[in-house]
């Protein structure tokens, strides 16, 4: 069984129906939400299409804690719904994307002093506990401080008066927002990146679609009027700049948070599992999380909680982000004497958090997301988190459906095409990549002479064999010379070029950035960011494209430019 082709060639197809169709739903944004929107609503039955005006996750949805979790802070403010909700989502996902969602052992230290006794804590874990209805990769166990300092023997000892064991599970979360994506286009989704919606289009008081923009095409090319009978807009972050775009009458909804993670060699910082830190001043919770699945391994350290520019784009590292990290890495692992220097990669997202009407501090406004009609009968959609965007997908077609009924009793909307159905997601969003589909891939590999290894399994699931094929098909192995040495694939990173093409054909790549920000941990992951290889895979990526060599030699210089850009903040580290 080959893949489900979503490529450049894909999103031309994609581009052709947006001329020629009018759609049920236009889904604008292709972040988590968006895609689940899109894969819930084509799984009904509904004409879906959606447009994303960078590559997919390129915002919130590639620059998380990367964690799928119940929420245990959630029960302080007693969110008890939402916290069953997340579990729930939680289970589901380790059984159906194992390879994308994993088991992850957290520790919980508690210390003298602490905001919460170790009492309160393990009440608090047990109905954690309780509600996943023992649908837990394991319950949580009370450590004591002997047993907490042989674990994590460089943990600061000085007032440490025991802890816990407890778990949730870590995740890719841009891969997760592709693989989503895919499998809506896999149903009859037309989806598209790097495609602007730059105005609305009107019927009346009713919006009836976008103008939007290829732009992948010259300025003043390539603009489609895509009309759509429900307009969703799922742009996170930029929920308020759309809905001005709607209605200079628009209220602004988000109070937005700025989230800093940065990354270390997880040699550099061994923690044997997840970590929960407690700032002793604000309270804020931060985690330190190892993900060996990361190239060589890597410890990712975050998040912070900050203000936001006005433009969600212009939020940056600051030399602030980073102290405030290493004051709480210095807390806890005072033997370890982390520097700033020891930073791989750093990242900066916006979590698009609903407004509170009272004051409020930003770590305490709700997670919970919000659905509402927007001005011309368009659904806007705001917060939510990524363990529950399926759930929350449901929810928010549900809403689109119950507004296109009361429109059409009142003459203002065309009727509701004949035959749509429940909401049908409650199967695996790629049946290649579950536990089964893994272990008849290995059988196969054996069969044909296949070595397939373990990060590539780990990554694609039962696709790794076609990566693995693409890999003995090649004409040449991929090499790069350093210091005057030839060396192969990057440690992590094995058959690099054949999983380029492999994203390319299948992960609708469409710029060198986008697999070595989302598609694969390149940049984030490793101290040189992978630039060694770039050339090359500008190579692979114009062969793939049917590009010039003029056009490879401009893509990777947009990869450099980009590279740069993210990087800049560490010329600021003392």
Request: charged share 25%; net charge neutral.
């Amino acid at each position: 069984m080959h893949s489900v082709e979503f490529s450049f060639k894909t999103r031309e197809l994609a581009l052709r129906r947006f001329r020629e169709e009018t759609f049920d739903l236009l889904v604008i944004g292709g972040g988590i939400t968006g895609a689940g929107v899109a894969r819930d609503a084509v799984s009904r039955g509904l004409k879906v299409a959606l447009v994303e005006r960078s590559d997919f996750a390129w915002g919130t949805s590639s620059r998380s804690s990367k964690l799928i979790h119940g929420g245990l802070r959630y029960l302080e403010n007693f969110e008890l719904s939402l916290v069953f909700e997340a579990l729930s989502e939680r289970a589901f996902l380790l059984r159906t994307v194992p390879h994308m969602v994993r088991p992850l052992q957290f520790y919980l230290p508690v210390y003298q002093g602490d905001r919460n006794s170790r009492g309160i804590l393990a009440m608090g874990l047990w109905l954690y506990d309780l509600l996943t209805l023992f649908r837990t990769p394991g319950f949580h166990k009370g450590l004591s401080r002997k047993e907490l300092m042989e674990t994590i023997p460089f943990l600061k000892s000085e007032g440490l008066q025991g802890g816990f064991r407890y778990f949730d599970a870590s995740m890719w979360d841009d891969v997760l927002a592709v693989e989503t994506l895919r499998s809506a286009q896999g149903s009859g989704a037309a989806i598209t990146n790097y495609v602007e919606a730059i105005a609305p289009l009107w019927s009346g008081d009713r919006v009836s679609g976008f103008r939007i923009r290829d732009r992948e095409r010259r300025p003043g090319e390539g603009e489609i009027d895509l009309k759509a009978h429900r307009v969703v807009v799922c742009a996170g972050p930029w929920t308020d700049q759309v809905g001005m775009s709607l209605s200079s009458q628009w209220k602004t909804w988000l109070s937005p948070s700025k989230g800093v993670h940065i990354l270390f060699d997880l040699k550099k910082l061994p923690v044997p599992g997840a970590m929960v830190m407690s700032h002793p001043e604000d309270g804020r919770i931060a985690f330190v999380i190892p993900r060996p699945d990361f190239g060589a391994g890597v410890t990712i350290v975050g998040t912070t909680d900050g203000p936001t520019p006005k433009n969600p784009e212009s939020a940056e590292i600051e030399p602030s982000d980073i102290e405030y990290l290493f004051s709480l890495l210095n807390r806890y692992f005072p033997t370890l004497d982390l520097k700033p220097s020891d930073i791989l990669s750093g990242y900066v997202g916006v979590r698009p958090l609903m407004r509170s009407d009272g004051e409020q501090s930003l770590q305490k406004v709700s997670r919970e997301h919000h659905i509402d009609l927007g001005p011309g009968g368009t659904i806007m959609v705001a917060g939510g988190k990524y363990t529950t965007h399926r759930t929350m997908a449901q929810e928010i077609v549900d809403f689109a459906l119950k507004t296109w009924k009361n429109d059409l009793k009142e003459g203002k909307s065309p009727p509701i095409p004949a035959g749509i159905g429940p909401s049908r997601t409650l199967v695996p969003v790629n049946p290649q990549a579950t536990n089964e589909a893994i272990e008849r891939s290995k059988n196969e590999a054996v069969q044909r002479g296949l070595q397939v290894p373990k990060e590539l399994y780990d990554r694609y699931g039962a696709e790794a064999l076609e990566v693995a094929e693409i890999q003995r098909e090649a004409v040449k192995p991929l090499s790069v010379q350093t210091s005057g040495k030839e060396r192969g694939d990057p440690e992590g990173f094995p058959m690099l070029a054949a999983q380029f093409r492999y994203c390319i054909r299948t992960g609708m790549v469409v710029h060198l950035e986008d697999f070595y920000l989302r598609r694969l941990p390149l940049y984030a992951a490793r101290a040189d960011h992978g630039m060694p290889w770039a050339e090359l895979l500008s190579h692979v990526w114009a062969e793939e494209l049917g590009k010039s060599e003029a056009e490879a030699r401009h893509e990777l210089e947009l990869l450099k430019t980009e590279v740069s850009k993210r990087s800049a903040w560490t010329k600021q580290l003392k």
